[in-house]
């Protein structure tokens, strides 16, 4: 008798429903995949899977910060690879700048992921990438770069992409 009473019960909790879920209202974010967005491949690296700088490659870091000293930067976002993380040191010493890591990938999502974790839309962002990334990434903001592909011995360009709800722009600066 105990044994059929348990078995009743049990079945009684298992077919009770589940309360509804009430919707959450969505409110229209007007700087949700916006922003503007400087994209530049990490400086000169010294052979090797997870290696640092070179000279020339801490010289061009420097002067990445003198050309984007006044740009207005609010964080900076790279890769947990070394030559990312210096090639940025002098702007985030220099601007006292936040920074976050994010995967490196092909199609741009984890980037595009952190931004959004971060509620970091609407903003003035580095993105310090490698010649494999930068393009996905480009594209994952439906930016046309103009561009097929990014050489391995190609370090000197910044790349500045505009976004806005209604249209977004590149713009290339190069030999930094």
Same mark, same amino acid.
């Given at each position: ?10 079945? *009684? ?42 000279? *020339? ?30 090639? *940025? ?88």
């Amino acid at each position: 008798m105990r044994y059929y009473l348990c078995l009743l019960l049990l079945l *009684a909790a298992a077919c009770r429903q589940a309360p509804e879920k009430q919707p959450i209202p969505v409110t229209e974010d007007s700087t949700f995949l916006t922003g503007t967005f400087f994209l530049v491949r990490h400086a000169e690296k010294n052979p090797g899977p997870d290696s640092t700088l070179t000279a *020339a490659g801490h010289e061009r870091a420097r002067r990445l910060q003198a050309l984007l000293q006044d740009s207005g930067l609010q964080k900076v976002y790279f890769t947990p690879f070394k030559r990312t993380v210096q090639t *940025a040191d002098p702007l985030v010493t220099a601007l006292h700048l936040d920074t976050v890591f994010y995967r490196p990938d092909t199609t741009g999502e984890s980037l595009i992921y952190e931004i959004t974790r971060h509620n970091d839309w609407g903003k003035r962002l580095l993105i310090i990438g490698h010649s494999n990334t930068l393009l996905p990434i480009m594209h994952s903001l439906k930016a046309n770069p103009r561009l097929d592909s990014i050489g391995d011995r190609d370090y000197g360009n910044v790349f500045i992409v505009y976004k806005r709800s209604d249209k977004v722009t590149v713009r290339r600066i190069t030999n930094y």
